[in-house]
Antibody, heavy 116, light 107 residues
Framework: EVQLVESGGDLVQPGRSLRLSCAAS????????MHWVRQAPGKGLEWVSG????????AYADSVKGRFTISRDNSKNSLYLQMNSLRVEDTALYYC?????????WGQGTMVTVSS | EIVLTQSPGTLSLSPGERATLSCRAS???????LAWYQQKPGQAPRLLMY???SRATGIPDRFSGSGSGTEFTLTITRLEPEDFAVYYC?????????FGQGTKLEI
């Protein structure tokens, strides 16, 4: 079964850091770019970041550029999102998604809450 | 950044009716790299359409997509009870890969 499972979400104070993980199974992980998309409570979808199949190319939304870092470990079939200098407005459910053109596979998400 | 504007914000219809959802882009979407997703409460989004008009695996043929350039449409013929959800369009031709704000399809 093709599956993505996110983990690492938590309640953190503003200014702190958090690292999200996404474990992939059921497909050849290193064949595909991978992305992160977030959804604030009661809001729409917001693209956050993407990484090429080999990790060489990355891209970020302006709202997270300079604070978030996407990476992957193809030997572990895993995707990561290092989030530094977290802000209240980063509060959201974070999804990882497999990109085969569009996002054909999504995880169930991990919740990040930034609050003092 | 390509801004996607979806209309209407909310669409109220009944089972068996036809739904037409619109997605307008602020700039031309290259090679029709336009996708539609369905999201139900408490669930992750699900890919419905890609390349503007191609159905994703397992999507019933009552869903169809059309359009090019800056104007795109998702049509659902003969609404089923399970079709009532929020629908998002997304362009994936140019970073940042932006989403529309969503259309809520309600009974």
């Amino acid at each position: 079964e093709v599956q993505l499972v996110e983990s690492g979400g938590d309640l953190v104070q503003p200014g702190r850091s958090l690292r999200l993980s996404c474990a992939a199974s059921g497909f050849t992980f290193d064949d595909y770019p991978m992305h992160w998309v977030r959804q604030a409570p009661g809001k729409g979808l917001e693209w956050v970041s993407g990484i090429s199949w080999n990790g060489v190319n990355t891209a970020y939304a302006d709202s997270v550029k300079g604070r978030f870092t996407i990476s992957r470990d193809n030997s572990k079939n895993s995707l990561y999102l290092q989030m530094n200098s977290l802000r209240v407005e980063d509060t959201a459910l974070y999804y990882c998604a497999k990109r085969d053109g569009a996002y054909d596979i999504w995880g169930q998400g991990t919740m990040v809450t930034v609050s003092s | 950044e390509i801004v996607l504007t979806q209309s209407p914000g909310t669409l109220s219809l009944s089972p068996g009716e036809r739904a037409t959802l619109s997605c307008r882009a602020s700039q031309s979407v290259s090679s029709s790299y336009l996708a539609w997703y369905q999201q139900k409460p408490g669930q992750a989004p699900r890919l419905l359409m890609y390349g503007a008009s191609s159905r994703a695996t397992g999507i019933p043929d009552r869903f169809s997509g059309s359009g090019s350039g800056t104007e795109f449409t998702l049509t659902i013929t003969r609404l089923e009870p399970e079709d009532f959800a929020v629908y998002y369009c997304q362009q994936y031709g140019r970073s940042p890969f932006t989403f529309g704000q969503g259309t809520k399809l309600e009974i």
